[in-house]
T-cell receptor
C-alpha cells in the first residue's frame, strides 16, 4: 500500500534558521508528491508539489525535490520567518488525476523571533 | 481564491446522538468532495470520496452506516456521525475538488462525544 513517513515534531527554530522537514514514502505505482501547510485557524493549503522524479517544487521560499532513488521529498527553506509557523503535511497521490491523498502525520513548526 | 467552508468548527455531543457536519464550496462547483479524519498525532485518514448525485465511496474499514455522507449538490456535502460514541471523537476535515484545480480544504471540525 501507500504510506508517508514524516519527521515528528514539534520543531522549534529561531528566525532566519535553516529548515528541513524529512519525508519519505512508499507507493504502488508512480506517485505525485505534495507538501501542504495549515496555518493556525485555517484549512490545509497546497504549498508545493512534484509529479515526477527529479522535479523540484518551490513556493514562498520553500523547496522540495522528488528523489526516487531514496523515496524522499524533504522540505527545505533557507531562512525561516515567524510567519512560517504552521503545521506541514507531506502527502502523495497515485494515478493520473487521482487526488486521493495519503498524508503523513504532520509536523508542527514554531519559529521564534 | 476558492474557499471551502466547514461547519461547525467545534461540536460537543452526548453519546448516542447524531451529529451533522457540513462542507460547502463557496465560489466554485465541487464535483468531488473528500472526508478525512485525524486522530491526535496521527495522519489524516481518508474516510470516503463523495461525488455529487451518487453514493459515496468508503475506504476500507470505514462504516458507511455509521458515517453517512450526502452530496446533494455541487456546493454541499454533509457527513453525519450516527449514534456517536466517545471513540468517534476526532478531527474531521473535508476537501473539495474541480477537475482542473487542486484540492481545497475546509478548516475542520473538532467532534467531542461525552
Amino acid at each position: 500500500g501507500n504510506s508517508v513517513t514524516q519527521m515528528e515534531g514539534p520543531v522549534t527554530l529561531s528566525e532566519e534558521a535553516f529548515l528541513t522537514i524529512n519525508c519519505t514514502y512508499t507507493a504502488t505505482g508512480y506517485p505525485s508528491l505534495f507538501w501542504y501547510v495549515q496555518y493556525p485557524g485555517e484549512g490545509l493549503q497546497l504549498l508545493l508539489k512534484a509529479t515526477k522524479a527529479d522535479d523540484k517544487g518551490s513556493n514562498k521560499g520553500f523547496e522540495a525535490t522528488y528523489r526516487k532513488e531514496t523515496t524522499s521529498f524533504h522540505l527545505e527553506k533557507g531562512s525561516v520567518q515567524v510567519s512560517d509557523s504552521a503545521v506541514y503535511f507531506c502527502a502523495l497521490s497515485v494515478g493520473f488525476g487521482n487526488e486521493k491523498l495519503t498524508f503523513g502525520t504532520g509536523t508542527r513548526l514554531t519559529i521564534i523571533p | 481564491g476558492a474557499v471551502v467552508s466547514q461547519h461547525p468548527s467545534r461540536v460537543i455531543c452526548k453519546s448516542g446522538t447524531s451529529v451533522k457536519i457540513e462542507c460547502r464550496s463557496l465560489d466554485f462547483q465541487a464535483t468531488t468532495m473528500f472526508w478525512y479524519r485525524q486522530f491526535p498525532k496521527q495522519s489524516l485518514m481518508l474516510m470516503a470520496t463523495s461525488n455529487e448525485g451518487s453514493k459515496a465511496t468508503y475506504e476500507q474499514g470505514v462504516e458507511k452506516d455509521k458515517f453517512l455522507i450526502n452530496h446533494a449538490s455541487l456546493t454541499l456535502s454533509t457527513l453525519t456521525v450516527t449514534s456517536a460514541h466517545p471513540e468517534d471523537s476526532s478531527f474531521y476535515i473535508c476537501s473539495a475538488q474541480t477537475p482542473d484545480s487542486p484540492l481545497h480544504f475546509g478548516n475542520g471540525t473538532r467532534l467531542t462525544v461525552t
